[in-house]
């Protein structure tokens, strides 16, 4: 008997990423990939049970690859139940969200019919996948004050101003903000802290934060942590001017450094944050998988192997 072609799609989308705006585009999506030579398995976001059944039902061998459309909570839902369940497609990017973190660090473009071209091309590069307790993360855990403010924030405000609604968000709530106390233990120091707020990091850019880790690269088999320690509060303001810039990692406030193995622990109970979403409940432990995603990438603007 002749051996089935690989010749399927899995499109996992998120219809109400950008506030809907895929859903205009999703037959136009559908039929690029059949011009391509392609079948489409579309499979609709719902809170990453639908993909968890998908990825360990799924014969890989049928399949050419992923494509995954939203913002940066379904790329992160997708990537889970891939290396939950041992798939080892390579993964197309449609970013559609308000958080494209993911993506920028890609350099993907806006423009969907780009987007397709890389996505249906050939080029691809390895990157690393974090690991957080029993979780997996693409882009940055974090923890602290900030995260609550980042979790209160109107989701519609998010869509509206992105970036800025974080940024004004934090400013408003900064006199009712305090310092919590957390222990960082590596395999080679242990840290003893105050913090606002503190980010472990495999991409650069979190929540529209482009420069949030100016230093990281996602292939590198190491994590970029980044703590905010406690400060005046009246230098906290400015602080976030330099985050902005990327200017923050020399600020002798901020206890900045690189590892594989990290465990975060505190009395307090602190909020976290996965990707975008709530996050675990400390102890937090992390650790690296090393170029363990394939991401599809333009061979213009990608120079990176």
Same mark, same amino acid.
């Given at each position: 008997?002749?051996?089935r072609?690989?010749?399927?799609i899995?499109?996992?989308?998120?219809a109400h990423?950008g506030?809907?705006v895929?859903?205009n585009?999703?037959?136009h999506?559908v039929a690029?990939c059949q011009?391509?030579?392609?079948?489409v398995m579309?499979v609709r976001?719902a809170?990453?049970?639908?993909?968890?059944r998908?990825?360990?039902e799924i014969?890989?061998s049928?399949y050419?690859?992923?494509?995954?459309a939203?913002?940066d909570g379904?790329?992160?839902?997708?990537?889970n139940? *891939?290396?939950?369940?041992?798939?080892?497609?390579p993964l197309?990017?449609l &970013?559609?969200?308000?958080? /494209? =973190?993911f993506?920028?660090y890609?350099?993907l473009?806006?423009d969907?019919?780009?987007?397709?071209?890389?996505a249906?091309?050939s080029?691809?590069?390895?990157v690393d996948v974090g690991?957080v307790?029993?979780?997996?993360f693409i882009n940055?855990a974090?923890?602290?004050a900030l995260i609550?403010v980042s979790?209160?924030t109107?989701?519609?405000?998010?869509?509206?101003?992105g970036?800025?609604?974080?940024?004004?968000?934090?400013v408003?709530?900064?006199p009712?903000?305090?310092?919590?106390?957390?222990?960082?233990?590596?395999p080679?120091?242990?840290y003893?802290?105050?913090?606002?707020?503190?980010v472990? *990091?495999?991409?650069?850019?979190?929540?529209?934060?482009r420069?949030l880790? &100016?230093?990281?690269?996602? /292939? =590198?088999?190491k994590l970029?942590?980044?703590?905010f320690?406690k400060?005046?509060?009246?230098?906290l303001?400015?602080?976030?001017f330099?985050?902005?810039?990327?200017r923050?990692?020399?600020n002798?406030h901020?206890?900045?450094?690189q590892t594989?193995r990290?465990t975060?622990?505190?009395?307090?109970d602190?909020s976290?944050?996965?990707?975008?979403e709530h996050?675990e409940?400390l102890?937090l432990?992390?650790s690296?998988l090393h170029n363990r995603?394939n991401?599809?990438?333009s061979e213009?603007?990608?120079q990176y192997d």
């Amino acid at each position: 008997m002749a051996e089935r072609k690989a010749n399927k799609i899995l499109l996992y989308y998120n219809a109400h990423a950008g506030s809907g705006v895929f859903k205009n585009n999703l037959d136009h999506i559908v039929a690029r990939c059949q011009e391509a030579g392609y079948q489409v398995m579309p499979v609709r976001a719902a809170k990453g049970i639908v993909i968890d059944r998908v990825m360990s039902e799924i014969d890989a061998s049928q399949y050419s690859r992923v494509i995954a459309a939203g913002g940066d909570g379904t790329i992160n839902l997708c990537v889970n139940a *891939m290396v939950k369940y041992g798939v080892h497609l390579p993964l197309a990017i449609l &970013p559609a969200g308000t958080a /494209n =973190d993911f993506a920028y660090y890609f350099e993907l473009p806006s423009d969907i019919d780009y987007q397709l071209d890389i996505a249906l091309g050939s080029k691809t590069t390895n990157v690393d996948v974090g690991v957080v307790n029993d979780r997996y993360f693409i882009n940055v855990a974090a923890l602290g004050a900030l995260i609550d403010v980042s979790q209160k924030t109107d989701p519609n405000l998010k869509n509206a101003i992105g970036t800025l609604a974080y940024y004004l968000k934090a400013v408003t709530e900064i006199p009712q903000i305090r310092a919590l106390p957390v222990k960082l233990t590596t395999p080679d120091h242990v840290y003893e802290e105050e913090i606002y707020f503190m980010v472990v *990091m495999n991409g650069e850019s979190a929540g529209g934060f482009r420069k949030l880790s &100016p230093e990281s690269y996602m /292939n =590198d088999g190491k994590l970029d942590v980044i703590a905010f320690k406690k400060m005046p509060i009246v230098e906290l303001a400015p602080m976030l001017f330099e985050v902005v810039h990327g200017r923050h990692p020399n600020n002798k406030h901020v206890l900045y450094f690189q590892t594989d193995r990290l465990t975060i622990e505190s009395e307090e109970d602190i909020s976290t944050d996965i990707d975008g979403e709530h996050g675990e409940k400390l102890p937090l432990h992390f650790s690296v998988l090393h170029n363990r995603l394939n991401v599809f990438v333009s061979e213009k603007t990608w120079q990176y192997d």
